[in-house]
């Protein structure tokens, strides 16, 4: 069956967006060890593109499916991994770009769901907290994809996540999201 990407999420409750999560099936890349090993001349971008050989990778439904074999390793690099061979990637800071969210509820209450430049939906949560890391010129939040890998939060994306957490007004400063909080730094 053809890979469909979820519809807009602004058209989904949260509910609808919690089971299409839960229906997202990835192949269990932690478990393969493939003997064969090489390079993929692949690289991809800090705004979420995708390369070969420096060429721009055009059709998203292959943008999908390499993103499925993607693995982070022991020792921070990145590869697709097939049972059969592992191909080093090269990824310019992270590997996906959350590019849309939704959000019900206020305060403890609020859930928070992203869709990924990739078309696949995350729900922030405690396994797949939010982060905020401080000392940067500009805040760069992030969040937990699966298994050490991460989406970098568009500008518009993470505007709108302070919007939210401003009119909480919680102290100290930040965001709940399906019963976890995560703290946003304000800065110097």
């Known amino acids: 069956m053809p890979y469909a990407p979820p519809p807009e999420m602004a058209s989904l409750s949260l509910s609808d967006i919690a089971d299409l ?23 991809i971008a800090s705004d979420g ?18 993103s499925t074999l993607l693995r982070r390793e022991e020792d921070g690099s990145f590869a697709l991994v097939t049972p ?9 800071d992270v590997p996906f770009v959350a590019v849309e969210m939704e959000s019900s509820g206020t305060g403890a209450d609020r859930k928070l769901a ?12 405690q396994e797949h907290p939010l982060r905020f890391p401080t000392g940067t010129d ?5 969040l937990t994809v699966r298994r050490g890998l991460e989406a970098v939060l568009a500008r518009p ?3 709108t ?11 100290p400063f ?15």
């Open 21 to 43: 999560v839960a229906q997202q099936k990835l192949p269990p890349v932690e478990q393969w060890d493939p003997q064969e090993t090489g390079d993929s001349e692949m690289r």
């Open 138 to 142: 500009a805040p760069q939040p992030y």
């Open 114 to 125: 992203f869709r990924l430049n990739t078309d696949h939906l995350v729900l922030a949560d």
């Open 84 to 92: 059969y061979q592992k191909l080093a990637i090269a990824v310019d």
């Open 161 to 171: 996540l302070a919007e939210m957490a401003l009119e909480d007004n919680l102290e």
């Open 49 to 66: 593109g995708w390369f070969h050989q420096g060429d721009p990778i055009s059709r998203p439904a292959m943008v999908r499916a390499f």
């Open 157 to 159: 994306v993470y505007y």
């Open 174 to 188: 930040g965001i709940w999201s399906h019963g976890t909080f995560f703290a946003i730094d304000a800065g110097p």
